[in-house]
Nanobody, 115 residues
């Protein structure tokens, strides 16, 4: 019953910035964990960042210091702010939520970092 819709993917130059959004169909309350994952061509899907209902955050080593995950509970939206982008950040980015014992995924948004 939970639906996630990602947006904000684009083509950007190395060193540029981009903000991804994930709109959730339900109010964010209770106990949950939300995250951003990405999948590059020919590679497995990998975790980028997570945020819990308590506000705790975790990041993959490859994005620490460059990416920030944050949320707006009023708008039922989680964001991924991406700075100092590198070509290796190129991937389809997916929003995810784990809540009430189930996992839900969005359809993904394409991020391409290239000159």
């Amino acid at each position: 019953q939970v639906q996630l819709v990602e947006s904000g993917g684009d083509l950007v130059q190395p060193g540029g910035s981009l903000r991804l959004s994930c709109a959730v169909s339900e109010r964010l309350f209770g106990i949950y964990t939300m995250g951003w994952y990405r999948q590059a061509p020919g590679k497995q899907r990998e975790l980028v960042a997570t945020i819990s209902s308590g506000g705790g955050r975790n990041y993959a080593d490859s994005v620490k210091g460059r990416f920030t995950i944050f949320r707006d509970n009023i708008k039922n939206t989680v964001y991924l702010q991406m700075n100092s982008l590198k070509p290796e950040d190129t991937a389809v980015y997916y929003c995810n939520i784990y809540v009430r014992g189930s996992e839900y995924w969005g359809q993904g948004t394409q991020v391409t970092v290239s000159s």
